[in-house]
């Protein structure tokens, strides 16, 4: 079964500091779908523990499976407009609508 357009919980603003999560959920699609994040139209990277990573400076964590996405402490260049997009491989990829947050 192809994912539905899933539902996207996103902040509209947040303390600088702060954690912040950005949740994305789908019910309808078997097998389960996969969630991507995105911000200001591209694609988050998943934090895998490699060196490029931690190289970009990634301060939050992305989880595919769930749909969240976490960041432990939020600074002002999370600042942007985020987006999820859900996938199970059958069917067209549904995405939420962008919302913006602001820290």
């Known amino acids: 079964v192809a994912p539905t357009t899933?539902?996207?919980?996103?902040p509209s603003?947040?303390?600088t500091g702060t954690v912040v999560e950005l949740s994305c959920k789908?019910?309808?699609?078997?097998?389960p779908s996969e969630?991507?994040?995105?911000?200001?139209?591209v694609a988050l990277l998943e934090k895998t523990g490699t060196g490029s990573a931690r190289a970009a400076?990634?301060?939050y964590t992305m989880n595919k499976k769930s749909g969240t996405l976490l960041f432990n402490t939020v600074t002002k260049n999370d600042t942007g407009?985020?987006?999820c997009e859900a996938s199970n491989g059958i069917g067209l990829s549904q995405k939420c609508s962008?919302?913006?947050m602001q820290v």
């Open 6 to 10: 899933p539902i996207c919980e996103v």
């Open 13 to 15: 603003s947040a303390m």
């Open 26 to 31: 789908e019910t309808e699609g078997s097998p």
């Open 35 to 41: 969630y991507q994040w995105y911000k200001n139209g």
């Open 57 to 59: 400076n990634i301060t």
């Open 81 to 83: 407009e985020y987006f």
């Open 98 to 100: 962008v919302k913006r």
